[in-house]
């Protein structure tokens, strides 16, 4: 039975895609780059260096490899609220988030 803390409705994959978050940082937003943990049709979770807020808005952007996409490199731009926040090892934190909106972009 599933707990309160663990609310997934769709299939995780265990997939490692290259990730750019714009991840608000006062008045500006710093790019950062990183890679996916897991991802599933309304989600996904990374890890990275910066402290985000449960509920914050985020902005970021998903390679899917040839692998996937049997065809080339495509991006995805994704806007999303991060719905969880875990202290990782070595100072990383672990962010889930939630996938609002998404757009195919060019490379």
Do not use: W
């Not at 500006?28 to 985000?52: H, I, N």
């Amino acid at each position: 039975m599933p707990t309160s803390s663990d609310q997934r409705t769709t299939r995780r994959f265990s997939l490692k895609l290259p990730l750019t978050v714009k991840a608000p940082n006062g008045e500006t937003s710093e790019v950062v780059p990183t890679q996916t943990k897991d991802v599933s049709a309304r989600g996904v979770f990374f890890y990275m260096d910066q402290d985000v807020h449960e509920g914050s808005k985020l902005e970021f952007t998903l390679t899917l490899p040839p692998e996937i996409t049997l065809t080339e490199n495509i991006q995805v731009r994704c806007i999303g609220k991060v719905v969880r926040v875990d202290q990782g090892e070595g100072g990383s934190v672990g962010i889930a988030a939630a996938i609002e909106q998404y757009e195919f972009i060019g490379d």
